[in-house]
Structure formats: C-alpha cells, structure tokens
C-alpha cells in the first residue's frame, strides 16, 4: 500500500511538473515568435578568463548602480552631487585608460578601449555640464552616456 501511494505520489509530481514545463515553453515559444524568431547573436565574444568576466560583470553592476545615483541627484537638483558621483566613478582616468587597454590586450580588440574611452568621455561631459550650473545639459549628456553604454553591449559579449 505504501509502496503505491509514493508511486502515485511520484507519478503525480513528475506530471504536474511536465505540465508546467509545457505551459512555460508554450508561453516561451510565443513571446521569441512575437519578437521576430530565435536569431544568432551576432555580436563578437570577449575570449576572457573567467575570473575576469565575473569581475567585468560585477563592475558593469556598479556602473548601472551609478547611472542610478546620477539620475536621482539630477532629479533633486544636486548638481554637485551628480558631478562628483559621476567623475570619481565614470571619469576618464589613468586608472580607467590601463584597464580598458588590459582587456583589449588580452582579447586583441581594439574596439573595447574606443568604446570604453567614448563612454567614460561622455561621463566627462557630463561632470563639465552638472559643474557649470547647467542641468539641462547634464540630463542630456546622461542620455548619450547611456547611449554609449549600449553601443558597446550592441558590439560585444562574454
Ligand atoms: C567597452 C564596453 C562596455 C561599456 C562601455 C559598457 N559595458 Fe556594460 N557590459 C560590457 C560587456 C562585455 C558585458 C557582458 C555582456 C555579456 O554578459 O555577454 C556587459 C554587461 C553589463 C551588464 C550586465 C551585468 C551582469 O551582471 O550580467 C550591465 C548591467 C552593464 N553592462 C551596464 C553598463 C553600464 C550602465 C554602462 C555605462 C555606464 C556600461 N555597461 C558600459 C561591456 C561594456
């Protein structure tokens, strides 16, 4: 009797998660269809150790926790806040120039440190505009810095 209650007990969770193992790709199948298909991702891999793209990644974190921070300082109209977030974390630095220049060494693509310098540039702009008063500008150069974030996850990944 035991023996076939935790059968049919077996029985009874491998069915139900079948099903919702159905359901899930059913509804899965239906939202890539609604975007155009599975497609390749055509973007070029950074050949990283792994170490190093757990690093990358955790930094790229930080780096969206900081475009949040400048985003509320603008918003309350902190400019000198969002200046000095934005210089200290985003600003083009030696320290920024070697590391950008280390992963284009190891993964031989020059295309990571012009991307990196354009972004960190960006970042730069923004400073200048939060440190001359001019808010307006600053919420500008937020979107191109934003922009320039993308133009690189659009050329490459891990
Ligand atoms: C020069 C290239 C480059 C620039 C500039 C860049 N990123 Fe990234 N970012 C990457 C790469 C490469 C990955 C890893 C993508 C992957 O996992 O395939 C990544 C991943 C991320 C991730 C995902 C992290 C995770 O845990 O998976 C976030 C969030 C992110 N970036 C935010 C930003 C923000 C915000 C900026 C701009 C302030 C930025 N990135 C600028 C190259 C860049």
New binding site residues.
């Given amino acids: 009797m035991k023996k076939y209650v935790l059968a049919l007990t077996l029985l009874a969770i491998f069915g139900i998660t079948t099903i919702a193992f159905t359901v899930d790709h059913g509804r899965m199948h239906e939202m890539m269809m609604r975007q155009g298909g599975s497609k390749i991702d055509e ?1 070029t891999e ?1 050949k990283l150790p792994a170490p190093m ?1 757990v690093m ?3 930094q ?2 930080q ?2 926790a ?2 949040g921070e400048i985003t509320s300082a603008l918003a309350q109209n902190d400019l000198k806040k969002a200046e000095a977030i934005t210089r200290s974390r ?1 600003g083009w630095t030696e320290e920024e120039e070697k590391q ?1 220049s280390m ?1 284009t060494d190891i993964t031989g693509e020059p ?6 310098k ?3 540039m960006k ?1 730069e702009e923004l400073s200048n505009a939060a440190k001359s008063g001019n808010r307006d500008r600053a919420i500008y150069a937020l979107g191109e ?2 922009n ?6 659009y ?4």
């Fill in positions: 973007r950074l793209k990358q990644k955790s790229m974190r780096h969206l900081t475009i985003l950008c992963v295309d990571f440190l012009k991307y990196g354009a972004m960190h970042a810095l934003i320039n974030c993308n133009a690189c996850h050329r490459f990944r891990h």
